[in-house]
């Protein structure tokens, strides 16, 4: 099975900061990815899908990239919600993996 | 608005059977295919099952495949998860979740407590 590996484990940044975070796939899984961010006590929310796709209605600080084994997610000038909890997962075939996620938190 | 209302958590004895409901709204259900995805406590997501938008194909990570079984019911709108033997480790908040592209929408969550 594809195994996604995701990393940092976690950062601190500050407001106004970019941030990259980065997933990666243990086989080809071409433009097969999206990603989700997760706050406490709330349901995940699909922020890209087929690695660069901005989902409905997310801010276009959000931006996500790749192909094959390796993508990114982008979030330019990070605001205060952005602190959260960010998935990657494979998708349009089965097993839908996850990522264990990147926890960003705001200095 | 789409709306998914999940349901039939709570605590249960290893070994012991429970299932899940999912009650769809605001789209057409039954153009869809759907998943379960649970989160331990203070864990990552776990995808669990998926089913095609008519039940006519079914999907499930190793560590459920002959426990669990995932079903719908179009003409209710509504998803199901069907979890028998259940163990310690299976205890999380389980969502369900309308595919498209990505889990576009996901419910709530119901919690899943498996100890004796």
């Known amino acids: 099975n594809i195994v996604m590996t995701q990393s940092p484990k976690s950062m601190s940044i500050s407001v106004g900061d970019r941030v990259t975070m980065n997933c990666k796939a243990s086989?080809?899984?071409?433009?097969?990815i999206a990603w989700y961010q997760q706050k406490p006590g709330q349901s995940p929310k699909l922020l890209v899908y087929y690695a660069s796709n901005r989902y409905n209605g997310v801010p276009d600080r959000f931006t996500g990239s790749g192909y094959g084994t390796d993508f990114t997610l982008t979030i330019n000038s990070v605001q205060a919600e952005d602190a959260a909890f960010y998935y990657c997962q494979r998708i349009y075939n089965s097993p839908y993996t996850f990522g264990a996620g990147t926890k960003l938190e705001l200095k | 608005e789409v709306q998914l209302v999940e349901s039939g958590g709570g605590l249960v004895q290893p070994g012991r059977s429970m299932k899940l409901s999912c009650a769809a709204s605001?789209?057409?259900?039954?153009?869809?295919?759907m998943a379960w995805v649970r989160q331990a406590p203070t864990k990552g997501l776990e995808w669990v099952a998926s089913?095609?938008?008519?039940?006519?194909?079914?999907y499930y990570r190793d560590s459920v495949k002959g426990r669990f079984t995932i079903s719908r019911d179009n003409a209710k709108s509504s998803l199901y998860l069907q979890m028998d033997s259940l163990r310690s480790e299976d205890t999380s908040t389980y969502y369900c979740?309308?595919?498209?592209?990505?889990?576009?929408?996901w419910g709530q969550g119901t919690l899943v407590t498996v100890s004796s």
């Open positions: 605001g789209f057409t259900f039954s153009s869809f295919a």
């Open positions: 979740a309308k595919q498209l592209g990505g889990f576009a929408y």
């Open positions: 086989q080809n899984v071409y433009n097969n």
């Open positions: 089913i095609s938008y008519d039940g006519g194909n079914t």
